[in-house]
């Protein structure tokens, strides 16, 4: 029977040949031995031995001049390809990881990160070095903060599994007004908007007659979790794009509204700059201002649109929005009001 201080080394030169054998992987075009030896906090004699060990275990492991001249350790896998990237493209790869930095704390951001650094890992030294000092320019600013998921890696997880693997998934959602309802859900896609996550899918009602998809917020699932063996099938007249068509944002409805808002000049350049809607129409105002037109299944959305405008907006039609708009900024400085007079009591 083996010493206890020599189990311990054992397993210590078993966990330290595993993290060989994982940087190794990420490395396609190979490490430079006195590097693995930096990473990995041994000598590189000790690194050496372990490549050894690592060809005894049956990987073909190879040390041969790099670009550079130096000798580099690699593992030749079967169907191994290294894939370069080109400038740009690495700095593509360094803006799509810094979009997903919205989604810290959940699945898809975890996942992200990892190809991320797959990728980077299999880069050349002197590219994985370049990409590295790109890191201060690209930067994405979220446009009004985005969501908080933290707490919530289950939840999300159960619900990204049941939209990868079809699977349905039993939940508790707390609307808006506060009021939880517990149910079972068939989740047909997600969707990224204004920097929060959002599910698609259809409940499943029992003794009921089939429900039409409707946009969950992610994260005001409170629990989550996918059935095992219970799959279902996405109906092939559902398309994800089709959805949304018309919708401005993620609000959909029944039927079209005719929306007309008349810009200021000093808002025209900002109007202009931007496709709102893909069904919009851009028409010149005397006096330099300018008339949006387009058509939505939802107002929801368009009303807050809207309001965020302030006096340089102002609703046309139709009557429905217009009474909308009306009512909040009545309500608005209604409340503006009630603080005035407050203060002057005081």
Do not use: C
Request: proline share 6%.
């Amino acid at each position: 029977m083996g010493t206890p201080g020599r189990k311990r080394g054992s397993y210590r030169q078993a966990a330290r040949i595993l993290r060989l054998l994982e940087v190794l992987r990420t490395r396609r075009y190979g490490v430079a031995p006195g590097a693995l030896a930096d990473e990995l906090e041994v000598t590189e004699r000790q690194i050496r031995r372990d490549l050894v060990a690592l060809g005894e275990a049956g990987h073909e492991v190879e040390v041969a001049p790099g670009p550079d001249g130096r000798a580099r350790a690699r593992l030749a896998e079967p169907g191994g390809r290294a894939v370069p990237l080109s400038l740009r493209e690495r700095y593509a790869l360094l803006a799509v990881r810094r979009v997903f930095d919205v989604l810290r704390d959940t699945p898809l951001w975890e996942d992200v990160a990892s190809i991320y650094e797959k990728v980077a890992g299999g880069l050349p030294d002197e590219q994985r070095a370049e990409l590295e000092r790109l890191g201060d320019r690209f930067l994405f600013i979220p446009d009004g903060g985005p969501k908080g998921y933290r707490g919530k890696e289950d939840v999300l997880d159960a619900l990204l599994t049941g939209v990868i693997r079809r699977l349905r998934v039993r939940y508790r959602y707390v609307a808006a007004a506060g009021a939880a309802k517990d149910g079972t859900l068939e989740p047909y896609a997600m969707v990224l908007y204004r920097m929060g996550l959002y599910v698609v899918g259809r409940a499943v009602l029992p003794d009921a007659p089939r429900t039409a998809p409707r946009v969950y917020a992610a994260e005001r699932f409170a629990d989550a979790e996918f059935l095992r063996g219970q799959s279902f099938e996405v109906p092939r007249s559902f398309r994800l794009d089709r959805y949304f068509e018309g919708a401005f944002g993620v609000h959909v409805g029944e039927g079209t509204h005719h929306v007309v808002v008349d810009f200021r000049p000093e808002a025209r350049r900002l109007v202009e700059a931007r496709v709102w809607h893909r069904t919009q129409k851009l028409s010149p105002l005397p006096g330099g201002g300018v008339r949006l037109e387009l058509d939505v299944g939802n107002l929801t959305e368009v009303a807050s649109w809207v309001l965020a405008w302030g006096p340089k907006a102002r609703v046309r039609g139709p009557a429905e929005l217009v009474t909308r708009v009306r009512e909040e900024l009545g309500a608005a400085a209604e409340l503006y009001g009630e603080a005035g007079r407050g203060r002057g009591e005081g």
